[in-house]
């Protein structure tokens, strides 16, 4: 990528060789070191979450053992809760959803990540755009960054270290997009002069290196956020109320107790908009983030009506946080602003090209609709809600990594297949999934939208539990006895079925030679659920009570969220998930509890809604443990993919290593006591050596 720098001291353009750079004004000189361009004004300077000698070791072990690798050994250094926040910090690409709100080029565009940090936002942006300038002063970070880009196939990022300088080291009209993500709040430190003063001259130099159409997305904190005026302590200096007081009574403040003044300016919305107006930015859009701007799960416009909220407001507390969302003042009190500001008029966002495309395909004029909401699911695919005038709306998911892409996509083809295999009764329970689009080279799926509200606010209250559980076995008893196949489960089917459950398992404990566990469970497996002859069913793969929605009657009216599920799959699946993952949700009960002491134990059927759809599909109870296995399997070995992705070593660690603890003892004791007359017969082996 041809990109043209400037002097980061007077601003004149530099000559670059393939070792340094060189400016004839001021004799500045700097260095390109292993494909870093290095344009630091300050050689020694360091900045980041733990100490310049971790920092550095973790940049070498990237090196030598995979970044992913060291990170973990990092991780392992830390309590839970540190590690949890830097696994996010560091890894989530769900901090850039917000991309789609931004304009794309044709030709790509070049975007820079402006105090990129660990790289998650550059990461994102680079899975995107044409190509990213990931630019920080941290010369560790950019090293960890660039191994991690490396082994992730991602070629089209350039790294840049500066930002300590008067100017932005850049030539004019150089950027498509330039994002400051929690960066602004701190360019006055170790500036002299005002801090709004040093903000407006640095968003200056900002709107100096976009094209005249170029934008800026720009996060940060509401000077007047809620949470302030409940006691938190202000983010950048930790003093409780300390946004909330006049600037000079705050500079005061921290002058005498702390000795140092107060420079980390954030603002409020009219605030913002008048400091970005005066940095060169004419036009603003201004969006609400929950909760917060760089973790949030949902984005809403500051302007206009606000969506109403997706759930059940069952208790007092999300009442009184749902009315003052609903409020006029919410806009003046939310925790954080997300703004994407230009010089000129915005041109069509990718997102707005996503919803004309889909527009299209359904035959309806794209200016009869709105965005309703933006979701960033926990499965990285953002989800716009988008409604008509008319009332009517439909769901468009666009995934945020290649793993996201391949599960929408399957749950595009299963959607799709289940449309002509179930009966009248629940087609409307179960989302339509209308078309595939792509514009500029993004893909996103159309669904149609299902009436009802999420359940997941219910399931902290156990006397409406029961409730929602029946509705959920009852859907699965239509479900499976209306599309179900022709087709028998034999030992020859399940073999197959168990294979790559099996093989995603390995890969996962690969150093630790379980091969031969692996081969008793599968055999196990075989031996008990084989005999049945149950017809082959759809599966919804992650079926638990989140993924209900209800009517006002608390009556089923959709199941959403079919990703993980497969056309061709074994009953019983879905209701052990749901017995499961009910207990480890609405009661903290965790899954390898639940396998010892509700399905192993035989108490699976003091559940009543379970004893039921047992008997309509004829399976004695003696042999649910088989098929909680196999659940726990296949929903194991399905998100392991996922797990990786976001390296959430916690829910690994706890919920697959207790519960093979667990399931491989089971299967041990199960298998001595078994009459040997119960063999299958001959039936193919499960691969076992699959590892890569």
Not at 316 to 322: D, E, S
Not at 358 to 368: C, E, L, P, Q, R
Request: hydrophobic fraction near 40%; include cysteine; charged fraction near 20%.
């Amino acid at each position: 990528m041809n990109i043209q720098y400037s002097c980061p001291r007077c601003g004149e353009g530099l000559k670059l060789s393939s070792e340094r750079c060189d400016c004839k004004r001021c004799s500045y000189t700097s260095r390109i070191d292993d494909d870093i361009v290095d344009l630091i004004v300050d050689p020694k300077f360091y900045y980041g979450e733990i100490s310049q000698e971790k920092m550095g070791t973790l940049a070498r072990d990237s090196k030598s053992l995979g970044w992913r690798t060291a990170f973990l050994k990092l991780l392992s250094s830390f309590p839970t809760s540190t590690a949890e926040y830097h696994r996010h910090h560091v890894v989530s690409e769900t901090r850039g959803a917000w991309k789609f709100l931004l304009n794309k080029p044709r030709e790509g565009g070049l975007v820079l990540d402006l105090g990129c940090g660990w790289g998650p936002t550059s990461v994102a942006l680079a899975r995107t755009f044409g190509h990213v300038v990931a630019l920080d002063a941290t010369r560790e970070r950019l090293d960890f960054l660039k191994q991690r880009c490396h082994e992730d196939g991602l070629n089209n990022i350039t790294y840049c270290r500066a930002g300590d300088g008067d100017h932005l080291p850049f030539a004019d009209a150089t950027f498509d997009a330039v994002v400051l993500n929690g960066v602004l709040e701190w360019i006055p430190v170790g500036k002299k002069g005002n801090p709004r003063d040093c903000q407006i001259a640095f968003l200056k130099e900002v709107t100096r290196i976009l094209k005249p159409n170029g934008q800026l997305y720009l996060g940060i904190e509401n000077r007047l956020g809620f949470k302030y005026f409940l006691g938190s302590p202000e983010d950048h200096t930790g003093v409780r109320f300390l946004s909330l007081v006049p600037r000079f009574v705050a500079n005061a403040y921290l002058r005498i107790a702390r000795g140092k003044p107060f420079r980390t300016y954030t603002y409020t919305r009219a605030g913002l908009r008048k400091l970005l107006t005066l940095g060169g930015f004419q036009n603003h859009g201004f969006y609400i983030p929950s909760m917060d701007y760089r973790q949030f799960s949902q984005i809403d416009k500051a302007e206009g009506p606000r969506p109403e909220p997706n759930v059940i407001v069952n208790s007092l507390k999300r009442k009184l946080w749902y009315r003052l969302r609903k409020s006029s003042i919410y806009p003046s009190v939310c925790l954080a602003h997300s703004v994407i500001a230009s010089k000129q008029e915005a041109k069509e966002s990718i997102l707005d090209g996503l919803v004309g495309m889909a527009a299209a395909n359904i035959g309806i004029d794209k200016s009869a609709y709105r965005l309703s909401r933006y979701i960033v699911s926990a499965e990285s695919v953002v989800i716009a809600e988008v409604v008509a005038n008319d009332g009517s709306a439909f769901m468009l998911k666009t995934p945020l990594s290649i793993a996201a892409l391949d599960e929408l996509q399957e749950n595009h083809d299963l959607l799709r297949s289940l449309h002509e295999a179930v009966g009248p009764s629940l087609l409307a329970k179960i989302p339509t999934s209308i078309c595939k689009v792509v514009f500029n080279d993004i893909t996103a799926f159309v669904e149609s939208r299902l009436p009802g509200q999420s359940t997941q606010t219910l399931l902290t209250d156990a006397a409406v539990i029961p409730r929602l559980l029946d509705e959920g076995k009852n859907f699965l008893c239509e479900l499976h006895k209306k599309s179900h196949t022709s087709q028998i489960i034999d030992a020859s089917f399940l073999s197959r079925f168990l294979r790559t459950h099996v093989a995603h398992l390995q890969a996962h404990y690969a150093d630790q030679k379980l091969d031969n566990e692996f081969r008793a469970i599968a055999d196990y497996l075989i031996e008990k659920i084989a005999p049945y002859n149950l017809p082959i069913v759809p599966l919804h793969g992650d079926f638990w009570l989140g993924n209900i929605l209800v009517d006002q009657n608390r009556s089923l009216s959709g199941v959403i969220d079919w990703g993980r599920g497969i056309l061709n799959g074994v009953p019983v699946v879905d209701l052990c998930n749901l017995v499961i993952e009910g207990q480890l949700y609405t009661y903290g009960i965790p899954v390898h509890k639940n396998f010892r002491d509700y399905l192993f134990a035989g108490d699976f059927t003091k559940f009543n809604f379970a004893t039921d759809y047992i008997a309509q599909m004829g399976i004695r109870t003696v042999d649910l443990d088989a098929f909680a296995i196999l659940s726990w399997m296949m929903a194991s070995s399905r998100r392991l993919p996922s797990w990786k992705l976001h390296m959430n070593f916690n829910l690994i660690a706890t919920q697959i290593d207790e519960v093979m603890t667990v399931v491989g003892k089971h299967v041990q004791i199960a298998s001595n006591s078994s009459r040997r007359g119960n063999d299958v017969g001959n039936r193919e082996p499960v691969p076992i050596a699959l590892k890569a």
